[in-house]
């Protein structure tokens, strides 16, 4: 298969100072060629010329306040939103299909910080709430998907002329699932309601979701993924880690690039992505270095059209010590050490002190023999599991609002990750 030379934009901003983050996208389309630029060739802009909707699709996994880094940021939305009204397209719409269906789609907005922003730039709520099953007979993994109605008009996923064109407004962060969330992964949030956590009971292991993940891709196929990592989450994401400035605004018309110069920043292999590999079988894009081409933003480092070097990039933007998964997966050298699995796996661990008995891991829990459920100890109602249950999906660990679910490894699989570091 002939693989194209994809681009990623790097562009500093070191605050979400409103300014600076529109200053810093603007810089990151220009390097890509401008909005028209990126948007031609595209059905809908062809048709319908700026009047073409374009819906733009953040990072809103549950109700958490912007600073928390878990969601995309509201300045990043609002610049991306007045950006194109500056370029003449009006016909703007926003919406993500948070983890949790309860309280919908434009609560968690507020919360997050993207409905006033939305409000204040005239962008309306897309239809999220409601979606269309979507035959897809060519997936490898996935056949179908129930898409969220918005998404479905704006590609044209059901056979109808599509009616627009996607931005992805990803968020750079960890997973406990697939190591790493970014553009790739966000595409997520276009499965309608409930059956996200149906993917998840079916797609259990990495490998599997991820190939799920780039049949995703291949029908929803955002135009234009803008990378929030001016705050990311490291550790224990995508919902329950720490923030850690990485001072980055990247941005790529292929998701798969974009994530694995994410990889490079933070010391990451590419390959030990599910995501990234099967998204490359599967023709979304590429995560091999020597087709991608960055583009660095900051005017005395921009040399048009040439491949930045190594030092470049690591002395302006890389981190060596951001928190992730780089242990080696148990293939080659390491095959043997999968009949130690059950000895070897992580698991989900409850921080007692920080449970409040909420219910909402046992509801995320796809299984539908929960894995996790609600104790009474005394006063205090606290989650527990049953691990014979429990297929290590993660769901609960992603949507627990109060970070009370850690992942624990065991002393073996800590030395296994120290001795196979990549
Ligand atoms: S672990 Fe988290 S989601 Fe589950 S009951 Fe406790 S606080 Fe709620
Ligand atoms: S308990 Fe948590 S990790 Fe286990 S299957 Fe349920 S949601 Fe997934």
């Not at 890509?32 to 060739?41: N, P, R, S």
């Not at 703007?92 to 269906?101: E, F, H």
């Not at 005395?300 to 070097?309: F, K």
Request: aromatic content about 6%.
């Amino acid at each position: 298969m002939e693989i194209k030379q994809s681009k990623v934009a790097v562009v500093r901003c070191d605050s979400y100072e409103p300014d600076k983050v529109q200053d810093a996208i603007r810089e990151a389309v220009l390097l890509l060629g401008g909005f028209d630029h990126i948007f031609e060739g595209e059905t809908a802009i062809e048709a319908f010329g700026k009047n073409a909707e374009i819906l733009l699709k953040p990072n809103m996994l549950y109700r958490a306040a912007p600073e928390k880094a878990i969601t995309t940021h509201p300045e990043v939305f609002r610049a991306v939103g007045a950006l194109l009204k500056e370029e003449g397209y009006n016909n703007l719409a926003y919406g993500d299909s948070p983890g949790s269906p309860v309280p919908g789609m434009v609560k968690t907005a507020e919360t997050c910080g993207i409905k006033a922003a939305a409000d204040e730039l005239n962008i309306r709520p897309g239809e999220f709430e409601h979606g269309t099953e979507i035959a897809y007979p060519k997936g490898r993994a996935a056949k179908h998907f129930v898409l969220c109605n918005e998404v479905v008009k704006v590609t044209g996923a059901d056979g109808k002329d599509s009616a627009g064109i996607i931005i992805n407004l990803c968020k750079m962060k960890t997973h406990q699932l697939e190591r790493i969330t970014g553009a790739v992964k966000n595409t997520f949030g276009c499965i309608c309601g409930i059956n996200k956590t149906a993917s998840h009971a079916k797609f259990q292991s990495p490998e599997h979701f991820a190939r799920m993940l780039a049949d995703l891709n291949c029908v929803v196929r955002p135009t234009l993924h803008i990378m929030d990592g001016i705050v990311a989450m490291e550790g224990n994401g995508p919902g329950s880690g720490d923030p850690r400035p990485m001072y980055a605004i990247l941005a790529s018309t292929d998701p798969v690039a974009l994530d694995a110069v994410f990889c490079r920043l933070i010391y990451l292999d590419p390959q030990l992505v599910a995501t990234n590999t099967a998204c490359m079988e599967a023709g979304v894009g590429t995560w091999d270095e020597e087709h991608i081409e960055i583009l660095l933003g900051g005017v005395p480092m921009q040399r048009e059209g040439a491949v930045i070097t190594e030092d470049e990039l690591e002395i302006k933007y890389a981190a060596k010590d951001f928190n992730v998964q780089r242990g080696k997966d148990f293939r080659g050298e390491l095959r043997m050490m999968r009949y130690f699995r059950s000895f070897i796996e992580k698991k989900p661990v409850i921080i007692a002190s920080k449970c409040i008995g909420c219910g909402i891991c046992e509801q995320t829990c796809p299984l539908e023999d929960k894995a996790i459920t609600i104790l009474q100890s005394g006063e205090a109602r606290i989650a527990a599991y049953d691990y014979s249950k429990c297929i290590k999906c993660y769901c609960c660990q992603e949507m627990c609002p109060k970070q009370a679910i850690t992942i624990k490894k065991s002393l073996l699989s800590k030395v296994i990750d120290r001795r196979w570091k990549v």
